[in-house]
């Protein structure tokens, strides 16, 4: 007869255990010092006890614990990896009934369509909150264009065939650095493209395609 021993929980366990429980930004903030376990502990117990569903994060923003800006920079300086779609349910923006089907919707088209792209078509998200939440995930800022402002001289060192192609845009300067703006900001290929015409010195924003797409028609 072999005797059992209780092994301890190491931290990547615990955190493990935790976004099992409570999900991926409770273990974030808990990660930094932003929350206590004494604090998700009794979070956890409260949102039990609520009649109406809500988010972890709700409830952890109504006790005061912490507020959306502390989320965001805590996304922003962390290497975490979420996906778009638990991040949208995590803020939520999105429930867990429409996101299952947007995926659905999503593996129909092939794999042809961008999450986002569905959830906008399908009218489950506002667009204002999904490049808000890329801006969270990706630690990109969400930009206007004023288009009375677009600098030709700037927007022609990417060629127009392939700015509309890539839906990007340089738009301004900042110091050295050159802002792009990025209908797509998770198209790879698309920041590769802009890394290699502009060198390393530049830096991505996010608008919406529609967007960049006006801004290259007052161009043209």
Same mark, same amino acid.
């Given at each position: 007869?072999?005797?059992?021993?209780?092994?301890?929980?190491?931290?990547?366990?615990?955190? +493990?255990? @935790?976004?099992?429980?409570?999900?991926?930004?409770?273990?974030?903030?808990?990660?930094?010092?932003?929350?206590?376990?004494?604090?998700?502990?009794?979070?956890?117990? =409260?949102?039990?006890?609520?009649?109406?569903?809500? +988010?972890?994060? &709700?409830?952890?923003?109504?006790?005061?614990? =912490?507020?959306?800006?502390?989320?965001k920079e805590s996304l922003q300086h962390s290497q975490i990896n979420i996906r778009l779609g638990?991040?949208?349910?995590?803020?939520?923006?999105?429930?867990?009934? &429409?996101?299952?089907?947007?995926?659905?919707?999503?593996?129909?088209?092939?794999?042809?369509?961008?999450?986002?792209?569905?959830? @906008?078509?399908?009218?489950?998200?506002?667009?204002?909150?999904?490049?808000?939440?890329?801006?969270y995930q990706l630690g990109y800022p969400v930009i206007t264009i004023d288009f009375g402002k677009? &600098?030709?001289?700037?927007?022609?060192?990417?060629?127009?065939?392939?700015?509309?192609?890539?839906?990007?845009?340089? !738009?301004?300067?900042?110091?050295?650095?050159?802002?792009?703006?990025?209908? &797509?900001?998770?198209?790879?290929?698309?920041?590769?493209?802009?890394?290699?015409?502009?060198?390393?010195?530049?830096?991505?924003? !996010?608008?919406?395609?529609? +967007?960049?797409?006006?801004?290259?028609?007052?161009?043209?």
């Amino acid at each position: 007869m072999t005797e059992q021993t209780n092994k301890p929980v190491n931290e990547t366990q615990k955190l +493990t255990l @935790i976004e099992s429980e409570s999900g991926v930004l409770a273990a974030l903030l808990l990660n930094q010092g932003l929350l206590s376990e004494k604090q998700l502990k009794y979070a956890l117990r =409260v949102r039990k006890k609520i009649a109406t569903p809500q +988010t972890m994060l &709700d409830t952890l923003i109504e006790l005061g614990y =912490v507020d959306r800006d502390q989320v965001k920079e805590s996304l922003q300086h962390s290497q975490i990896n979420i996906r778009l779609g638990d991040l949208l349910v995590e803020l939520g923006y999105l429930n867990d009934a &429409d996101l299952r089907q947007a995926l659905g919707l999503q593996k129909e088209s092939g794999g042809n369509k961008r999450l986002g792209e569905i959830l @906008i078509e399908g009218g489950f998200i506002e667009e204002r909150r999904l490049l808000e939440t890329l801006s969270y995930q990706l630690g990109y800022p969400v930009i206007t264009i004023d288009f009375g402002k677009l &600098d030709k001289p700037l927007a022609n060192l990417i060629p127009l065939n392939i700015c509309k192609e890539l839906c990007i845009l340089p !738009i301004k300067r900042d110091g050295n650095i050159i802002v792009v703006a990025f209908g &797509d900001p998770l198209d790879q290929h698309a920041l590769q493209t802009a890394e290699r015409l502009l060198g390393k010195n530049f830096r991505p924003a !996010i608008t919406s395609k529609a +967007t960049v797409l006006e801004a290259l028609s007052a161009l043209e």
